[in-house]
T-cell receptor, first 112, second 112 residues
């Protein structure tokens, strides 16, 4: 049972474009939604995160949009750069510091 | 700045062999966990621990054992390796008071 569903599986964007990755969740008890970024040969690293009491969070070129009623959240990467090429995972949890449920991952390629 | 250290980085096993994947963290984090990463499946939680002497099962625990005798170490044991356990394994740690998980660089395991 996949509690967090992520799409698309892969994404190709031109340099300077906007990358959008979507996630949907089922468990309404989830109260923390992070995004992790993973470069080849490395472990995932926290990129940005949001709680369901806000609809949007922005950090630099990265923005999370959150729709609690639809149980969906998305990552937007503005002015995408080749250095953003990586695999992105959305995740959800309902225990502070506890276990994360990950989406399937999106492999992003930003073409120069 | 060691963070989370995983050894070995690569391993090839024959079906039926046993081995232990090592994980150590030097951040005094209470929470530690093991994930496996497979294409199109994201990261799936195998086992986790909220402190020394306390472990629990995640989503895919079958075929794996863990123990937590110290805060620093959280080894993952494969008692009888199977080809289905071919994967990349990640260890992560987190302070219980925060939702940030820190990942190691991973162990790539092939079971022939």
């Amino acid at each position: 049972q996949q509690q967090v569903k992520q799409s698309p599986q892969s994404l190709i964007v031109q340099k300077g474009g906007i990358s959008i990755i979507n996630c949907a969740y089922e468990n309404t008890a989830f109260d923390y939604f992070p995004w992790y970024q993973q470069f080849p040969g490395k472990g995932p690293a926290l990129l940005i995160a949001i709680r369901p009491d806000v609809s949007e969070k922005k950090e630099g070129r990265f923005t999370i949009s959150f729709n609690k009623s639809a149980k969906q959240f998305s990552l937007h990467i503005m002015d995408s750069q080749p250095g953003d090429s990586a695999t992105y995972f959305c995740a959800a949890t309902y225990n502070q510091g506890g276990k994360l449920i990950f989406g399937q991952g999106t492999e992003l390629s930003v073409k120069p | 700045n060691a963070g989370v250290t995983q050894t070995p980085k690569f391993q090839v096993l024959k079906t039926g062999q046993s081995m232990t994947l090592q994980c150590a963290q030097d951040m005094n984090h209470e929470y530690m966990s093991w994930y496996r990463q497979d294409p199109g499946m994201g990261l799936r939680l195998i086992h986790y621990s909220v402190g020394a002497g306390i472990t629990d099962q995640g989503e895919v625990p079958n075929g794996y054992n863990v123990s937590r005798s110290t805060t620093e170490d959280f080894p993952l044991r494969l008692l009888s390796a199977a080809p289905s356990q071919t994967s990349v394994y990640f260890c992560a740690s987190s302070p219980l008071a925060k939702n940030i998980q820190y990942f190691g660089a991973g162990t790539r395991l092939s079971v022939l």
